[in-house]
């Protein structure tokens, strides 16, 4: 029987990447079916994994395989935006594991996006909207839409959120925002979050969302970037934190529903002129979303904005819609790996791996570790950009 050969990693590196990932040493160790000790041996430098069990670590980690070969460990600290979910001044120790993996993964995809933008002589369009937090949010909300370039007459043909995330998904894209989605995160952790900079910011959506709640959390992390405060969200305004963060998360919110459903849109539709009281049957709701594409909550957050619903009755039906999310069958289901590459990644990213490829920019094997896939499905992945996306 043949000995399994050794993969002669630097111990320091090694011991970096668990570090960077902050997955616990029994976690790891587990990972790679070895013992605590036996890893402590590889990452002293007293022993050497094999192959097989340093591709397992690297995968555990999210780094390169080739990382681990490295002189020294890499340069430079992956940015966490804060965590403004639950409670007050997230820092970076707060962050969860996973989340933490996929911010970094998310820096990583961003630089290689630029780098292939750089290697083809092109570069980012420079994402054109801005705010400031004492702004009028209505106005804030206007201006995004204009910068989206979303016309209202397109949307209220879209009647479906399906339709409309990949649209506003296409429209944030086109304008200069790298938009990824996670499917590796609960959603009770995590909808969304999003990462400032003056070239191609990102904003990440959790896959596991209904469509209509991730395009109110797409345009809630696109306000986040344009005040230049990204943020990890879960889109609340929880009493537990301090004034300022609830501040903004009340502004994103409200930005964010400004853009997807204008006021005067909605004030001019005859259902909602000719509505007497301040309560709404449920398919009167229903009708309104399906109109602007979005979820029920979000069309009664703005009725109650603008005086045509109570603070009482909004809290009950948002109560009740829980309760029907909460109860429904988990999505399940097999993706297919072009499909999921596509969906994960979007159309830009893909497409600008695809043709450094065709172009001799990159390798084959660089064209599917950036992908995600096997090189074989590179082929379908090319066919699948013409798709639907999932």
Known sequence: MSRARVAFVNSPVLAWARGVSRIDERVAAKKAGVTPDRLASWESGDALPTIRQARLLATAYRVPFATFFLPEPPHGITRIPKDLRRHAGGVEEEVDSN??????????????????????????????????????????????REVLGVELEEQVRWRDGRIGFNRLRAAAEGAGVLVLQTSDIELSALRAYSLAADELPVVVVNRKDAYAARSFSLLHELAHIGLKSEGICDLSTDSSMPPE?????VFCNAVAAAAL?????????????????????????????KTFSCSREAILRRLLTFGLTTERFY???????????ESRPAPGGFVPPPIDAVSLLGRPLVRLVLDGL????????DAADYLGVRSKHLPAIADAVGANDS
């Open 99 to 144: 989340i933490l993996l996929d911010v970094r993964g998310s820096w990583e995809r961003r630089e290689i996006a630029l780098e292939l933008l750089a290697s083809s002589g092109g570069r980012a369009v420079r994402f054109g909207f801005s705010a400031t937090i004492s702004e009028d949010p209505e106005e804030s909300g206007a201006r995004l």
């Open 245 to 249: 963060e609830q501040q903004l998360e």
């Open 261 to 289: 459903i204008p006021r005067d849109a909605l004030l001019r539709l005859p259902d909602v002129r000719r509505h007497d009281g301040q309560t709404w049957d449920d398919a009167a709701i229903a009708s309104l979303a």
């Open 315 to 325: 809290q009950q039906k948002r109560s009740q819609w829980q309760l029907e999310y």
């Open 358 to 365: 065709s172009n001799d920019r990159i390798t084959t094997s």
